[in-house]
């Protein structure tokens, strides 16, 4: 069969650094969102009422900045006070969707977040088929440590009956006479010490 990768979720914070307003703003849905559902989040680090302190910090720092009355060295000092804020909380809401996957979505809504799954990443396919001469195909199977031979089965019946076909040293072999313009599934299995294994599932392609 072919590997995959474990299906991971994301937990999406959608934080935007660039403007100090849109920080606050996304920072105190979070914590707003957060505290409304603290049955979900019990003890979230840091704690929502420090990360409060810390918006309201730096709105103050951004006024005083706007009316040239502070300056942009502290202003920053504390955007980034909020920033580092949000990505421990963003953290922990990820720590509890890993502690409880099947609610993924749920728990990332809670806290005013989204979720991203990572795409599976497929490995080789267990077969492949193509054609190149009139009722002649190519079939290549995925390589199986330790194999011995590689069998090979078509049928012309959508896998009522299966026909035969010789072994192969290697893991590829092209099946020849096939009838044109009928559908043929294929499949093969790899025989190693240990003996032959599963058929691969069937693989179909009109031939030509």
Do not use: C
Not at 149 to 173: C, F, M, V
Not at 174 to 199: C, E, Y
């Amino acid at each position: 069969m072919a590997k995959t990768s474990i299906n991971t979720i994301l937990v999406v914070l959608g934080l935007k650094q660039t403007s100090v307003p849109a920080l606050v703003q996304r920072a105190t849905a979070i914590v707003s969102a957060m505290t409304a559902n603290k049955a979900t989040f019990p003890t979230p680090t840091p704690p929502l009422a420090t990360v409060s302190a810390d918006i309201a910090a730096l709105q103050v720092a951004e006024t005083a900045l706007k009316n040239r009355i502070g300056n942009r060295a502290d202003r920053d000092d504390k955007k980034q006070v909020v920033v580092s804020d949000m990505g421990q909380l963003h953290g922990y809401v990820q720590t509890t969707v890993n502690a409880t996957p099947s609610q993924a979505e749920v728990i990332a809504a809670d806290a005013s977040m989204t979720i991203r799954r990572k795409p599976v990443r497929k490995g080789k396919a267990p077969l492949a088929v193509k054609q190149t001469v009139s009722s002649s195909v190519v079939v290549v199977a995925k390589a199986t440590t330790g194999a011995r031979t590689n069998d090979w089965q078509y049928s012309t019946d959508a896998g009522k009956t299966w026909i035969e076909w010789a072994p192969s040293l290697r893991s590829h072999t092209t099946i020849t006479g096939l009838p044109a313009g009928v559908q043929v599934q294929l499949r093969s299995r790899a025989v190693t010490k240990a003996g032959p294994s599963d058929w691969t599932q069937p693989l179909a392609i009109v031939v030509k």
